[in-house]
């Protein structure tokens, strides 16, 4: 009886890389379209927040809005491309603000359970830019963590953790050393966007196996 042939196992395409800093108004934009974007594919996205201001100081750019004449038209685009993606959006004040108890809830809570942290991620973004609540106060973050199931008191107690603090400078380092300068930034299959105005062209990029 002859041997029967082996049988091919399929691999798993790489998982999307997407970037993003939870005070970034177009990363937010994006994280409410990319893993719909990405199952149109039969891709999975893998979330990283990382923060903006290592990158900045790295490739010397600054906060949209703080940049002449730049940030008189971002406040005016941020609502029109909110409405033309129909998703809700309010230009949240304090802004920009720190994200560093965000971050680390979030890669705390990836590694027990990556689609808790995407919840809570998309939580943190709905506070921050559609309720306008201050997401930089370590007792918000607890808060919204706490509505997902949470314990608070473990949260808080892991946020003050230097080993979390720690884990999420090496996140940031990573990033850099990827070449991401910017939210969101978005990497597939090795090939880099930058930007909420970039997803048609990696809906497109996904459809045909690039170009």
Known sequence: MPTPAPTKTSIAPAPIDFYFDFSSPYGYLAATQIDALAARHGREVAWHPI????????????PLVAQPLKGTYVLRD????????????????????????????FYWLNDR????????????????FVDGR???????VVEIAATLGVDP????????????????????????????FGAPYIVVDGE???????????DAWLKTGGW
């Open 153 to 180: 008191d473990e949260i808080a107690t892991v946020l003050a953790d230097p080993v979390i603090k720690e884990r999420l400078k090496s996140e940031v380092a990573a990033s850099l050393a990827r070449g991401v």
């Open 113 to 128: 359970d990556p689609g808790q942290a995407k919840s809570l991620a998309s939580a943190l973004f709905k506070t921050y």
């Open 134 to 140: 201050d997401i930089s106060a370590l007792e918000v």
């Open 78 to 105: 941020l609502p029109r491309t909110a409405q033309y993606m129909n998703v809700p959006f309010n230009m949240p004040t304090p802004f920009p603000i720190s994200t560093h108890h965000a971050a680390r809830a």
């Open 192 to 202: 880099a966007f930058w930007g909420s105005d970039r997803l048609e062209q990696i």
């Open 51 to 62: 923060l903006l201001g290592p990158a900045f100081k790295a490739s010397g750019n600054a």
